[in-house]
């Protein structure tokens, strides 16, 4: 099980993942409130998807993470392999390591960049 630490470093190198994507590609993703409820350390983060991008990520209490339209839950050592590169998201989502509560469509946008 990683540490809060390790969990707050890996949401910071998603954020330079999804920015470092292609801006033609990132002018594609709808803007999104998300949120990812780390669930064997029982912490959230929330931001906004704004044109491809992370943007304005908080640390909240779970609870908290309701209002979000793309809501990730996956333990902290996936989400450290997922920004590695170790887990892909696909075969994370479809073996249930990663859920996703959220449109079809906007699981099917996460997918391609991650």
């Known amino acids: 099980m990683a540490d809060i ?3 707050r470093e890996a949401i910071g190198r998603l954020g330079t993942i999804l920015g470092g994507a ?3 590609f990132r002018r594609k993703i709808p803007d999104r409130t998300v949120s990812a409820w780390i669930k064997d350390l029982d912490v959230a983060f929330t931001g906004r998807l ?4 992370l943007v304005d990520v908080l640390e909240v209490d779970p609870v908290e993470r309701s209002a979000a339209q793309l809501k990730l839950t996956l333990s902290s050592d996936d989400l450290i392999d ?3 590169g170790r ?3 696909g075969s994370g989502w479809a073996r249930g390591r990663i859920r996703v509560d959220a449109r079809l469509r906007d699981v099917l946008e996460l997918r391609k960049f991650l």
């Open 87 to 89: 887990l892909h998201f």
């Open 82 to 84: 997922l920004v590695a």
């Open 50 to 53: 704004a044109s491809g991008e």
């Open 5 to 7: 630490e390790e969990v």
């Open 22 to 24: 292609d801006p033609d």
